[in-house]
């Protein structure tokens, strides 16, 4: 699993013109707003992408992600397959500290986004905290997807399970929310869980597929047992 991941930091400024691009080289991911400062309606419009001119930060993770996948060491024939999903997100940051919101949304093409009101929480934790909900909710993704294709209830156990081999030996393991993260950006994961409830949607998938192989281990014995010898 590759994650490419590119952010920066919006601030606002007096001043009406540029300065020299010694001053902007120093201060490698901030960006600053020259005149008006950026409100609602530039985030709505980062969120809603589609102008060609819009900032495009993803575009910068996808190129990383691209030179990776396109490496001829890359071993081929993964078990897994999977398209990509992509987090496209904005927090507000700055003034007394507050309970974080949050407004996430699962948008067309594999595109998700996610707003943020975030108090006094630094820019680079927000981006690991992004990050993680980047990672947890392909994870699901995909999961949901090896679940519709396994065709549980239409085609044979067997083949039902077979389908799901990959899905136990290289996802179950990797569902951690939140371990890396600490302070208010746990507090960021809780407001998830309310709503859309990952966790909650990753347990139920997984007793499913784990009572399949009960059940299948079972029918297996039984039969075993009822073969003539």
């Known amino acids: 699993m590759v994650q490419g991941s590119a952010h920066a930091h919006i601030t606002a400024t007096d001043r009406t013109h540029r300065l020299p691009w010694s001053h902007y080289l120093a201060q490698p991911g901030t960006l600053e707003a020259v005149g008006r400062a950026p409100g609602p309606g530039a985030t709505t419009a980062f969120l809603a992408g589609g102008d060609r001119d819009a900032l495009d930060l993803g575009a910068i993770a996808a190129r990383v992600v691209d030179r990776l996948q396109g490496d001829e060491q890359l071993e081929r024939g993964s078990p897994v397959k999977a398209a990509r999903t ?3 997100w904005a927090a507000w940051t700055g003034g007394e500290p507050v309970p974080p919101r949050v407004e996430f949304r699962v948008e067309p093409r594999g595109l998700r986004t996610l707003l943020l009101h975030a108090g006094d929480v630094p820019v680079d934790g927000l ?3 992004c990050e993680d909900i980047a990672v947890h909710d392909w994870l699901l993704t995909v999961l949901i997807d090896l679940v519709r294709k396994s065709a549980l209830g239409v085609t044979d156990r067997r083949t039902a399970i077979d389908r799901l081999l990959p899905a136990i030996d290289y996802l179950l393991h990797l569902w951690m929310p939140a371990a890396r993260l600490t302070g208010d950006l746990v ?3 809780q407001a998830l869980e309310a709503r859309p409830g990952f966790t ?9 597929i784990r009572d399949q192989l009960s059940i299948g281990a079972v029918t297996a014995l039984a039969a075993h047992r009822a073969a003539p010898r």
């Open 86 to 88: 992509k987090l496209r």
């Open 127 to 129: 981006a690991a905290l």
């Open 200 to 208: 909650r949607q990753w347990e139920t998938l997984v007793r499913r």
């Open 187 to 189: 507090g960021v994961w």
